[in-house]
């Protein structure tokens, strides 16, 4: 073959189509790697990739980024009805409920909001009944300002007195023992666990006290069906159901009670917008101030509503700083800035300028076809940092597009 074809051949691996993915904090980047072979015996031409050339640029690269979000009280969650019988009260959109308030009324009877968990899921009475359900009514009663005595520690034993419930189809009884269908009262030695309350006499009078003062039944039991047990106080929603109306299915959707900015955010910068993280918010009446990056999640989604395609998101929760820079406002769109990395007076090329050598590293390549390698720096808003001998502000590189 003549040397003049061979230099043809060695120069005619032009443009590209492989992409190297280039992962860095926050951000992936993609570069176009000009890698095409010109085969003598096709005879289609090749699809070509438009190219240009770009001066090299002295510049300030930084990872800050600026993300929208909302200004509520967070994402509601549902009140779950617990307890039959007929709505006959409930509480106005916009309210708030603290510990002890009646969140809404069944059968003319409160349902008060208890704080903390777990939530009730039995009956509680008998002596000394233990459980972390029991801990959490007399943490309650105690907030609340009712004398509960003193709760055995961990490790210690306590007598427990218990009615056993007759089997709904017993067997006959033999003699000297109750008939069928008699409940039975039964007592054991129980040792109370790291986290557990203990139903004592002070705590059973403490409850028939409170039950009293609230409109219950003032017997010292209290079903599963008597309180709302939730995380914390809560703001009202929106409602599901009106008075009268059976007491089934979601009652009510409710929200905390701090007003908080909810971003959602592209995947790639999940990592950037770490828990305890610090934030610039721009409120929607043009202040600024100050927020904390409260809770991110850990599974992203699709947007509700969003065409097929649509990147997923994660929900990020922010505080404000000054819980009254909102004002009175309950709604709004903020401006979230995040600051990052900034690297300033750096030389900079558009990321399609990079083409990824065979034998590892990056290059940029001059309109005269010589290669120059270059190693890579900070990646920021399609632009990287690019360090090497010969590389020069203002130098000439070609770029694809």
Same mark, same amino acid.
């Given at each position: 073959?003549?040397?003049?074809?061979n230099?043809?051949? /060695?120069?005619g691996?032009?443009?590209?189509g492989?992409?190297? !993915?280039?992962a =860095?904090?926050?951000i992936i980047?993609?570069?176009l790697v000009?890698t095409?072979d010109?085969?003598?015996?096709?005879?289609?031409?090749a699809?070509?990739?438009? =190219?240009g050339t +770009?001066?090299v !640029?002295?510049?300030? @690269?930084?990872?800050?980024?600026?993300?929208?979000?909302? @200004?509520?009280y967070?994402?509601?969650? &549902?009140v779950r009805? =617990?307890?039959?019988?007929v709505?006959?009260?409930?509480?106005a959109?916009?309210?708030?409920?603290?510990?002890?308030?009646?969140?809404y009324q069944?059968?003319?009877e409160?349902v008060?909001?208890?704080i903390?968990?777990p939530p009730?899921y /039995?009956?509680i009475s008998?002596t000394?009944?233990?459980g972390? *359900?029991?801990?959490?009514v007399? #943490?309650?009663l105690?907030?609340?300002?009712?004398a509960?005595?003193?709760?055995?520690d961990?490790g210690q034993?306590?007598k427990?007195?218990?009615t056993?419930?007759?089997?709904?189809?017993?067997?006959?009884?033999?003699?000297?023992?109750?008939?069928p269908?008699t409940?039975?009262?039964?007592?054991?030695?129980?040792? +109370? /666990? *790291?986290?557990?309350?203990?139903l004592?006499?002070?705590?059973?009078?403490a409850i028939?006290?409170?039950?009293?003062d609230?409109?219950?039944p003032?017997?010292?039991v209290?079903?599963?069906g008597?309180?709302?047990?939730?995380?914390g106080?809560?703001r009202?929603?929106s @409602?599901?159901?009106?008075?009268?109306?059976?007491?089934t299915?979601?009652?009510?959707?409710?929200t905390q009670t701090t #007003?908080v900015?909810?971003v959602?955010?592209?995947?790639?910068?999940?990592?950037a917008? #770490?828990?305890?993280?610090?934030?610039?918010?721009?409120?929607p009446d043009g202040?600024?101030?100050p927020?904390e990056?409260?809770e991110?999640a850990?599974v992203?989604?699709?947007?509700?509503?969003?065409?097929?395609g649509?990147?997923?998101?994660?929900?990020?929760?922010i505080?404000?700083?000054d819980? #009254? &820079?909102?004002? /009175?406002? *309950?709604?709004?769109?903020?401006?979230?800035?995040v600051?990052?990395?900034?690297r300033?007076? +750096?030389?900079?090329?558009p990321?399609?300028? %990079?083409?990824a @050598?065979?034998?590892g590293?990056?290059?940029?390549?001059l309109?005269?076809g010589?290669?120059?390698a270059?190693?890579?720096g900070?990646?920021?808003?399609?632009?990287v940092? =690019?360090? $090497?001998d $010969?590389?020069?502000?203002? %130098?000439?590189?070609?770029? &694809?597009?």
């Amino acid at each position: 073959m003549p040397e003049e074809d061979n230099r043809r051949r /060695r120069r005619g691996r032009v443009a590209a189509g492989l992409a190297v !993915a280039v992962a =860095v904090p926050a951000i992936i980047v993609t570069a176009l790697v000009w890698t095409r072979d010109v085969d003598a015996a096709a005879e289609e031409p090749a699809e070509t990739i438009s =190219v240009g050339t +770009v001066p090299v !640029a002295r510049t300030d @690269l930084s990872t800050n980024r600026t993300l929208t979000g909302t @200004l509520g009280y967070g994402t509601p969650r &549902a009140v779950r009805a =617990v307890r039959e019988g007929v709505i006959t009260g409930l509480p106005a959109s916009g309210a708030t409920i603290d510990r002890g308030q009646s969140l809404y009324q069944v059968n003319d009877e409160p349902v008060p909001l208890f704080i903390g968990a777990p939530p009730l899921y /039995r009956t509680i009475s008998g002596t000394n009944m233990t459980g972390r *359900d029991v801990a959490m009514v007399a #943490k309650n009663l105690g907030a609340l300002g009712y004398a509960i005595g003193d709760q055995p520690d961990a490790g210690q034993q306590v007598k427990q007195t218990y009615t056993e419930e007759p089997d709904p189809a017993p067997d006959p009884a033999p003699s000297g023992t109750p008939p069928p269908g008699t409940p039975v009262t039964r007592t054991a030695w129980v040792t +109370v /666990r *790291d986290g557990e309350g203990v139903l004592t006499a002070a705590l059973s009078a403490a409850i028939t006290r409170w039950q009293r003062d609230v409109g219950l039944p003032a017997d010292g039991v209290i079903e599963a069906g008597d309180l709302a047990v939730l995380p914390g106080a809560v703001r009202v929603d929106s @409602l599901a159901v009106q008075v009268g109306d059976p007491a089934t299915g979601d009652l009510m959707s409710v929200t905390q009670t701090t #007003k908080v900015i909810t971003v959602q955010a592209p995947v790639t910068d999940a990592d950037a917008l #770490k828990p305890g993280g610090t934030v610039t918010l721009r409120m929607p009446d043009g202040t600024e101030t100050p927020g904390e990056i409260g809770e991110t999640a850990t599974v992203a989604q699709t947007p509700d509503g969003a065409p097929p395609g649509t990147a997923q998101q994660v929900s990020v929760t922010i505080t404000m700083s000054d819980p #009254k &820079a909102a004002g /009175r406002l *309950d709604g709004g769109t903020v401006e979230v800035r995040v600051e990052g990395e900034t690297r300033a007076d +750096v030389l900079a090329v558009p990321v399609t300028a %990079l083409l990824a @050598l065979r034998e590892g590293g990056y290059a940029i390549q001059l309109p005269d076809g010589r290669l120059i390698a270059v190693a890579t720096g900070m990646f920021s808003g399609g632009m990287v940092e =690019v360090s $090497g001998d $010969g590389v020069t502000e203002g %130098l000439a590189v070609v770029t &694809a597009s």
